[in-house]
């Protein structure tokens, strides 16, 4: 996790829960349906009336804290100053449905600022709703953030009740994960602390939930702006307790009102699936999914090619396209993705994106896409959201000037280096609330269009995590937290203007969060539990229990409509790869990325170790070694025939996990798909030797039983090794 939010977030080392009240205040009591809620001088208690929620126990201390620093331009100096609930005056007042603290002024070591706050709980449905709004009229100072609820002392066990948080597609924390690096103290077994950023590949939603077997508790962010904000934990082991808060990050300048998230706790009964509903339905109500055109709807995945690379080599110019085709349908794939399109190559020249005469010029980049279109595939093309190169002449006229800019003053930079002789570049990143950045990203959605390609990817939008912004001239407030609602806007603006350009032109973007899901149609997995380690690690999980590790069932579920492809950067995958892809409900993809890449995939030759030798960042050639060309090619063609022949189930069925069946069987993954009358239940075979299973689906009929390689089977044969199932029924 980023050490940074962990350095932020250490405050919960001392924080106890909620919004407290002096000790000579009554304490305050909310009955809900599933639960008893109670503030008092200690702060935020929660009794749940189902068995084997975990309950919270206040313990005292703080209760919020507020942030204030200095207003200006940057730099600016200093540390924040930290105000707390303690020692100040709070007024309580009942509604109809909770209660309600206002604290009209804060003070701190005799000193009062004119900065109003107003926390409120009331219940809502099975839980209870938090709100809050700070009023700032000190003059001279900015609120730079505020921290609250705070649930200090959740009292579960992580072995019975697992952390499901939302990092990538998911992550499952069952105990206190083996420490690494400066973390490996002799202490470090007993105790952990994480914190992850929302919107960003961190944080991928505005939920977690401590999950049980029967029963769970729910903590999510009903926040349909999408606002920026990050969650803390740490958990003592011995003790068996842990804690939750929730910082909101953003800015309140003098005069100036700031409307925080509102934020659900709610105990539940079921499994973790309960709450991933409950969460699901709130979205339906505040911000419905982008309508994705049909094409990319039955798209099996892409080929992700680079063109030409960051050192100026052209390892496709644009006629052999048509090549590029062919080799994407001897493995299934729909899609090109065309990386390094453009004259200065892959990273490098951005945001200037032109056809490149060395390639053929933009006319046969025109002719080029119609044969790919003739031949039946469909092309993305390439665009960073993001970063602009320094010191090229965008930069030099206007890029500098569109620029995020931190507290020092300092633009925020990334640097790509790709090969060992060739030189690094640096960039900046652009402020998505700056006009002149939206106008370029527009303007390249516009050019792909007009190319003929059939969507624009932008990288890097879903991996990024919001960020504070100082420059003057953006049109934001100075200071504004940028990369938040800033981006969700900036895409869902591109894909509304697209649609009416051409209702079959998708945006895609890199990574994966669901602020941007009323914009992107298909993201390109770069997440936690898209990577090529992904089927290895479920499989540790299932079978070893690890502490830690990635739990794609958790997004999967909640937007089983969400499509993303899993990120290989390899010419090829492997059985593992493919199956686990298909089993999940993923796209697939593979990727072109160097020199030797390109006769792997046009004549089946495995590359040598020295080939990469310049490159920095080299695909996994044990893993290209390892399985013969023609057989993986053969593979992957074949799930995605399968696939392709039941997308109504596996593609267009909706992803339930291990909802609706039980299956007993050792060392399988089992995964099912409904699609309204009948039920797929996809069951995969990751080990090495053959597995013998039953599976049963009350109140339903087995119709069929097949698998990719071998079509209809006996449905509860032994399944070989390295090997999927699809098992259908009927329902009665």
């Known amino acids: 996790m980023n050490g940074r939010l962990i350095t932020a977030c250490v405050v919960l080392a001392v924080m106890a829960c909620g919004v407290g009240l002096a000790a000579d205040v009554a304490p305050l009591s909310i009955q809900g349906p599933k639960g008893l809620l109670t503030i008092d001088a200690k702060g935020i208690s929660l009794a749940p009336s189902i068995a084997s929620c975990p309950a919270i126990s206040a313990q005292g201390g703080p209760a919020w804290v507020l942030s204030l620093q200095k207003e200006g331009a940057p730099p600016i100096e200093g540390s924040p100053v930290i105000l707390t609930d303690q020692g100040q005056t709070v007024r309580t007042e009942a509604t109809p449905q909770g209660v309600r603290l206002t604290y009209g002024s804060l003070t701190r070591d005799g000193k009062t600022w004119r900065i109003a706050l107003m926390l409120a709980v009331q219940r809502q449905g099975d839980g209870f709703l938090w709100t809050g709004e700070i009023t700032n009229n000190e003059p001279g100072w900015v609120v730079c953030g505020f921290t609250g609820p705070v649930l200090d002392s959740i009292q579960v066990d992580l072995a019975t009740h697992p952390l499901l948080l939302p990092e990538g597609f998911g992550r499952r924390i069952a105990g206190v994960p083996p420490a690494k690096g400066k973390s490996a103290t002799p202490d470090a077994g007993k105790h952990f602390e994480l914190a992850w950023t929302y919107p960003s590949n961190r944080g991928t939603m505005q939920w977690c939930a401590l999950a049980g077997a029967r029963a769970g508790l729910y903590v999510g962010c009903h926040d349909a702006t999408h606002s920026a904000k990050s969650f803390g934990v740490h958990y003592t082991r011995d003790e068996k307790r842990l804690g939750l808060t929730l910082k909101h990050l953003g800015f309140c300048g003098p005069g100036k009102q700031w409307t925080l998230a509102p934020t659900m706790i709610c105990p539940y009964e079921g499994s973790w699936h309960a709450a991933a509903r409950y969460y699901r339905a709130w979205v339906d109500s505040a911000s419905p999914l982008r309508d994705v055109p049909a094409w990319a709807k039955n798209a099996s995945g892409w080929l992700l090619c680079i063109l030409k690379q960051q050192n100026g080599e052209i390892l496709w ?107 690094a570049y640096q960039f900046d990143l652009g402020c998505l609330a700056a006009q002149g950045w939206c106008d370029r990203m527009w303007s390249l959605a516009l050019q792909a269009n007009e190319l003929g390609a059939d969507g624009i990817l932008y990288d890097q939008l879903g ?54 899901l009323d914009s992107i149609s298909l993201f390109h997995g770069c997440v936690l539990g898209v990577f090529a380690t992904a089927p290895a690690e479920i499989v540790k999980r299932d079978q070893e229990g690890l502490a830690s590790a990635a739990y794609p069932e958790l997004f999967r579920y909640t937007f089983p409509e969400v499509m993303s492809t899993v990120r290989i950067p390899t010419p090829m995958v492997n059985r593992a790869i493919a199956n686990y892809t298909c089993t999940y409900g993923f796209r697939h993809e593979i990727e072109s990325r160097y020199a030797p890449d390109v006769p792997y995939l046009k004549e089946d030759r495995v590359p040598q170790a020295a080939e990469y030798e310049q ?94 390689e071998q079509g209809k089977v006996d449905p509860f044969g032994p399944l070989a090794a390295q090997t999927v199932r699809m098992l259908v029924w009927k329902k009665k």
Not at 337 to 364: I, T, V
Not at 620 to 649: C, E, G, H, K, W
Not at 660 to 675: H, M, P, Q
Request: hydrophobic share 40%; net charge neutral; charged share 25%.
């Open 615 to 708: 490159v920095l960042s080299k695909p996994d050639l044990a893993m290209m070694q390892a399985t013969p060309p023609q057989q993986a090619t053969r593979y992957l063609r074949q799930i995605v025939d399968f696939q392709r022949s039941n997308a109504d189930l596996l593609w267009h069925g909706r992803f339930v996990d291990g909802e609706g069946f039980t299956i007993n069987g050792r060392g399988l993954v089992a995964k099912g798909f409904d699609a309204g009358d009948r039920l797929a239940v996809v069951v995969w075979n990751p080990g090495d030797q053959p597995a013998s299973f039953t599976l049963n689906v009350p109140r339903a009929d087995l119709v069929s039983a097949a698998e990719p």
């Open 463 to 516: 991996n990024t995590g919001p960020m504070p912004c100082y420059a003057a001239g953006h049109g934001h407030p100075v200071p504004s937290m940028v990369y938040a609602q800033d981006r969700r806007a900036f895409l869902r603006k591109i894909a509304d203007h697209m649609k009416t350009v051409n209702p079959d032109f998708i945006v895609m973007t890199e990574g994966l969060h669901d602020s941007i």
């Open 317 to 423: 110019d644009y006629p052999s396209l048509a090549k590029l085709a062919d080799v994407a349908d001897q493995r299934g794939l729909d899609i090109l993705g065309l990386f390094g399109w453009a004259h200065g190559g892959h990273d490098h020249l951005y945001p200037d994106y032109f056809p490149d005469p060395q390639m053929g010029g933009a006319e046969a980049l025109r002719q080029a896409l119609k044969e790919v279109h003739r031949r039946g595939k469909r092309a993305i093309i390439y665009a960073n959201g993001q970063l602009e190169e320094r010191d090229t002449e965008f930069w030099k006229t206007q890029g500098k000037d569109l620029a995020v800019i931190q507290k020092n003053g300092v633009s925020v930079q990334q640097k790509w280096h790709k090969f060992k002789n060739a030189p």
